[in-house]
């Protein structure tokens, strides 16, 4: 019995749970969310969730809903809600829906309050804060009742009224989920569900001062769009006792239909070199650290856009990682690796002079130019050839030139030969160090792709581009953010992350679209605001030693 799996996924404890679902008639389509909070840029680790959620529902024939969790009126801005939008687009593609918003389900969420008031399973407290805090107990210790527990409905309820016409000031009551103060749970110690908040909501204005908890209303969002599998991360796991608690109270009275949903935990991705909490993204965005949210040095996901990284880098990295029910930490170069192949797949070559050295061929006609037709990937000939000009002058890399060589290098030096790429072999002559020049002489009949081009054995071959036909540009060398495995702010932050060098291009660079290109010898790139990031080098420069 072979079922066909995602390569190197390891989901299955979730795809397990679904199967049977389906299997069982509970459902018959499933449907799946990510629910971001509209209070920073989307990160690494969100793609996590957003390419698992996105992708079940996907590979089941299911929907994935992209909804806002915006119930918490402070923090929450319309820049947000955008970019956020923009990653799920760029990651999921067309199967990202036009999003919805928890806010939309504000007017049920307080009937639903209203009616666990009447049912008798929620009570106005007036207790402060600090007295709620102190009675709630802690892990040894039960918790105490609320002298306000035993409150009627009937005064619950009109006080639960005057909450929301606004009759109090924030702090003077909340309103409490009555379960149980001695449970061992504590999320189930009488949870809040509804706080006085005198804030202007980013989509409802001044109609709420009242606004429901995060974990009040996260579980009725689910019910509401009819969520079958609402997966979270692993701190969530004792949460979910009282998101079954509250949903079924709910079913009982009615407002809700039956199967409800389902949580299912899994272990959040921790990655090495970076930050994943928007707490402290936005404080380097706030101090200054980076050029913005989308500073293609940062951990976000429109930051990676803008470095290079891809939908299908991704995709191919939250397979290798898998989906567990234990945290571990993921080391940053798994996912260099998967975009590194990636664009090894997809990256036309060019050819690209970071550190520019200039060399005269002495013995090439001064005014002439060849078009020299040049494979754009070596393995891949389906992705065609191009032009590229040769000529008298040609800029090199600083490093293929040594006045004397060390032992084994085989690149230019005074006497020696090697062949300028997809061109012609040259022997060095000299270097001219008044004119930081070196000079060479071509063999004309060692061309390649011609008969002659074995003719001469050389060891060396190294790039070029012509100096008159150059595309000078700006090329930001960008490098990890974090110089330590685990940061925890700025003062881990690598001084070397982005070095900005004028660099010499082929011509052809000049009209560069959006699409990643490999320079030979250097690394994937990117073209970006006038100039190009490096997305990836060729090689990884961080293994551990
Ligand atoms: P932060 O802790 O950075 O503020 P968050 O988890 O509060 O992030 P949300 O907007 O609440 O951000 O997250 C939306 C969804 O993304 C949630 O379902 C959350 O579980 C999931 N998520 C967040 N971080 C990760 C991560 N590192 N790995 C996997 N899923 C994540
Ligand atoms: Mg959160």
């Not at 402060?128 to 102190?134: C, I, L, N, Y």
């Not at 609402?230 to 079913?251: H, I, V």
């Not at 040049?374 to 890399?397: A, C, T, Y």
Request: charged residues 30%.
């Amino acid at each position: 019995m072979n079922k066909p799996q995602h390569p190197g996924s390891t989901s299955n404890f979730i795809r397990q749970v679904i199967e049977a679902d389906l299997a069982s008639g509970k459902h018959v389509k499933i449907r799946t969310r990510f629910p971001p909070e509209p209070n920073g840029y989307l990160h690494l680790g969100h793609s996590k969730s957003i390419l698992l959620n996105y992708g079940l529902a996907k590979e089941y024939g299911g929907l994935c809903n992209l909804r806002f969790d915006d119930t918490n009126p402070e923090k929450e801005e319309q820049e947000y809600v955008d970019s956020i939008v923009d990653s799920v687009k760029w990651l999921v593609g067309e199967q990202a829906a036009a999003p919805l918003y928890a806010s939309d389900y504000f007017d049920f969420m307080y009937q639903c309050a209203e009616h666990l008031v009447e049912s008798g399973n929620a009570y106005v407290d007036s207790q402060s804060a600090e007295e709620m805090k102190h009675n709630r107990g802690s892990f040894t210790q039960a918790g105490v009742d609320s002298p306000f527990r035993s409150r009627s409905t009937a005064e619950n309820l009109d006080l639960l009224k005057r909450m929301r016409a606004g009759e109090f000031p924030d702090g003077a009551h909340v309103l409490r989920a009555k379960i149980d103060m001695a449970s061992p749970n504590i999320n189930l110690r009488d949870p809040a569900l509804y706080r006085i908040k005198k804030e202007k909501h980013h989509r409802t204005g001044d109609k709420w001062c009242l606004y429901p908890m995060y974990t009040y209303a996260h579980p009725i969002e689910d019910a509401v769009e009819k969520i079958t599998h609402s997966l979270c991360t692993l701190e969530f796991e004792d949460q979910r006792p009282f998101y079954d608690w509250l949903l079924n109270k709910l079913a009982d009275g009615g407002l809700l239909e039956r199967p409800l949903p389902q949580q299912i935990e899994f272990a959040r991705l921790q990655l090495t070199h970076v930050l994943l909490s928007k707490r402290l993204l936005i404080k380097l965005v706030e101090e200054g650290h980076v050029d913005g949210w989308d500073d293609p040095r940062m951990p976000t996901l429109a930051g990676a856009r803008r470095r290079g990284y891809t939908p299908e880098g991704f995709r191919r990295f939250a397979e290798r990682v898998g989906v567990a029910k234990e945290n571990s930490w993921i080391d940053y170069s798994v996912l260099e690796d998967c975009m590194r192949e990636h664009l090894n797949e997809i990256a036309p070559r060019r050819m690209a002079v970071l550190d520019p050295l200039k060399v005269v061929v002495e013995n090439y006609p001064t005014d002439q130019t060849e078009e020299l037709l040049i494979p754009n990937h070596p393995q891949k000939p389906d992705m065609g050839k191009r032009p590229v000009p040769f000529s008298r002058e040609l800029w090199i890399e600083r490093d293929d030139y040594q006045d004397s060589p060390p032992k084994g290098y085989f690149r230019l030096f005074p006497g020696n030969k090697v062949r300028l790429r997809y061109a012609y072999v040259v022997e060095c002559v000299s270097y001219d160090k008044a004119a930081d020049t070196v000079r060479c002489r071509y063999l004309p009949e060692t061309r390649s792709g011609t008969p002659g081009s074995d003719s001469v054995k050389v060891k060396g071959n190294i790039h070029w581009v012509s100096v008159k036909h150059a595309h000078q540009a700006e090329v930001r060398l960008l490098d990890r953010l974090f110089k330590t495995e685990k940061p925890e702010g700025q003062d881990d932050l690598n001084p070397g992350s982005l070095k900005k060098i004028r660099a010499q291009l082929e011509s052809g660079l000049r009209e560069a679209g959006t699409e990643a290109v490999q320079f030979e010898r250097h690394g994937y790139f990117i073209a970006d605001r006038d100039g190009f990031n490096r997305t990836v080098t060729l090689r990884d420069s961080w293994q551990k030693t």
